[in-house]
């Protein structure tokens, strides 16, 4: 690749040994105590490479069998840490070896709120975690940016937390975990409105979750019977939330609002707009809202990160995916460093015109995110 | 090959004790990173850096996996055997450098590792296949 391209990869995650107990600091005493109970909760991923037998986080998961997936011993932290613990390591073992200017977290613990009943409760997590890592990760390296999490189960509550944390440096999207509540939805549009309203993009992204209880995100047929199933499965996601976005007129409505699919593949892009497009001609009466082609709504509105990039059987077959998706303008880089399947951006998009490649793994985010990406967060 | 360029290539990793079966050791030697396992009593080096994408798979410690098996039954088999990436997943046999299964065409880089008076030597000369310490 071209070595002097400075990197943003807006998929880094991070993981908190302490699970919900490191968020006590940051809510309010009533809740500390309604969630001293809870305290060891999401202090791992369970089965997902831990092996010091700490409690699963994801229960279900486990039920299903363990997840064969590796462990990453590689980025481990110099004190022995899970794998993305400690964000002056994360600097150290990836930033600073890969060329990497920002990387935007995804903090995939507070994600995990997406099954529970109490709409407080998970509130309470979310914003827990946005203050925790709003004050104990971001000053550490000034390359690290984050995005915020709100919790699905009430969107004006979540459109508030949007507004409160509007103007933090270092915060740079608005993640939302998926349910089965279709992004096209109207549910969804406090959401979006204050998304819109602070610039912002919506960003989803898998929460490990899907397919494994009543109000998860549903996988098309029923559901996966293995790990691997699954994993082959996300793009399914992808999909849906394309269609209905458009389809529901979610940019007709908010004509500002970008929305980021980050890790759902995008090799499925080029033939779900020709077919999208070829059902609006025929089917546009059913949704008469939407004024322009659909690909035309995704091409101005929706981007999608790269990680895993695809490994097709030759760099052409890439390259004409990457020219009908239109990537000079939709694709992001992501590494999902540090998990077992990251991408090194030096080992993906070698093969492809410098000027795309540019667009891919620098210039595609800085269009998503806006200035914000780039102004300094306080040490 | 005459002995000059050998000798050159070999390299004395240490006492056979310092290799106790089922232990490895990730070492430089020049100017290589390498990984030096024993298993099942046999030595074997191999090239610290997964041929799929680069990763440092001598890190990891050998296990075994699932093999080709019916519906629905899980056969473990391979123990001590298997070198797995933790970028990926990738497999590969220690015996051979080999995929596990074939899933890919391209092989872990191994070098010929033989015991000679108690020493461990090592041949950074590379060689296709894994090579045990009875070759």
């Known amino acids: ?379 | 090959m005459n002995d000059t360029v050998t000798a050159r290539h070999a390299f004395d990793i240490g006492h056979v004790s310092e290799y106790p079966d089922g232990t490895h050791k990730l070492l430089e030697v020049g100017g290589r990173s390498i990984g030096v396992y024993r298993t099942h009593g046999t030595l074997y080096a191999v090239q610290n850096l997964c041929p799929h994408a680069l990763a440092p798979i001598a890190l990891g410690e050998l296990q075994g996996t699932m093999l080709p098996s019916e519906y629905g039954e899980f056969e473990y088999g391979l123990d001590g055997l298997v070198l797995r990436c933790m970028w990926h997943g990738w497999e590969f046999d220690i015996r051979s450098g080999e995929t596990v299964c074939g899933t890919d065409r391209r092989r872990l880089l191994s070098f010929p590792i033989v015991v000679e008076d108690d020493r461990v030597i090592v041949t950074l000369r590379p060689k296709g296949r894994g090579a045990a310490s009875s070759d």
């Open chain 1, 1 to 379: 690749m071209s070595d002097d391209i400075r990197v943003i990869d807006s998929d880094v995650h991070p993981f908190v040994e302490d699970g919900v107990s490191a968020i006590f600091p940051y809510i309010s005493k009533g809740w500390r105590q309604r969630l001293a109970p809870m305290a060891g909760l999401f202090a791992s991923f369970g089965a997902r490479g831990r092996d010091d037998g700490k409690p699963a986080g994801i229960g279900i998961q486990v039920a299903r069998g363990l997840v064969p997936w590796p462990k990453r011993i590689d980025a481990m932290t110099p004190t022995g840490g899970y794998p993305g613990s400690d964000p002056a390591y994360i600097g150290e073992h990836y930033f600073d070896q890969h060329n990497v200017e920002i990387g935007a977290l995804v903090p995939v613990q507070p994600m995990l709120v997406d099954p529970f009943v109490n709409p407080d409760e998970a509130a309470t997590i979310v914003q827990g975690f946005n203050d925790y890592f709003l004050e104990q990760w971001l000053p550490v390296d000034s390359r690290l940016r984050m995005h915020m999490v709100v919790a699905p189960q009430d969107p004006l509550r979540a459109a508030a937390e949007i507004r409160r944390l509007a103007d933090a440096p270092g915060i740079v999207g608005v993640l939302v975990p998926p349910t089965n509540v279709m992004f096209g939805d109207r549910r969804w549009d406090p959401i979006y409105e204050a998304a819109q309203e602070v610039g912002m993009p919506v960003v989803i992204h898998p929460n490990g979750s899907e397919g494994d209880f009543q109000g998860g995100v549903a996988f098309a047929g029923g559901l996966a019977g293995s790990h691997v199933e699954r994993y082959c499965l996300y793009f399914e996601i992808g999909v849906s939330t394309v269609v209905s976005l458009v389809f529901q007129g979610v940019f007709e409505r908010f004509p500002d609002l970008k929305f980021v699919l980050t890790e759902y593949g995008w090799s499925w892009v080029p033939a779900l707009l020709w077919r999208m497009d070829a059902a609006w001609k025929g089917g546009r009466a059913n949704v008469p809202w939407v004024k322009r082609a659909p690909s035309e709504y995704v091409f101005n509105h929706v981007r999608f990160t790269s990680e895993p990039a695809l490994e097709p059987p030759s760099d052409a077959e890439t390259l004409r995916i990457l020219e009908n998706m239109h990537a000079e303008r939709t694709l992001m880089f992501s590494s999902d460093y540090p998990h077992w399947d990251a991408d090194q951006p030096e080992f993906v998009f070698r093969k492809i015109p410098p000027e795309l490649e540019f667009r891919i793994k620098r210039e595609n985010a800085i269009e998503t995110y806006g200035d914000r990406l780039r102004l300094p967060v306080p040490a």
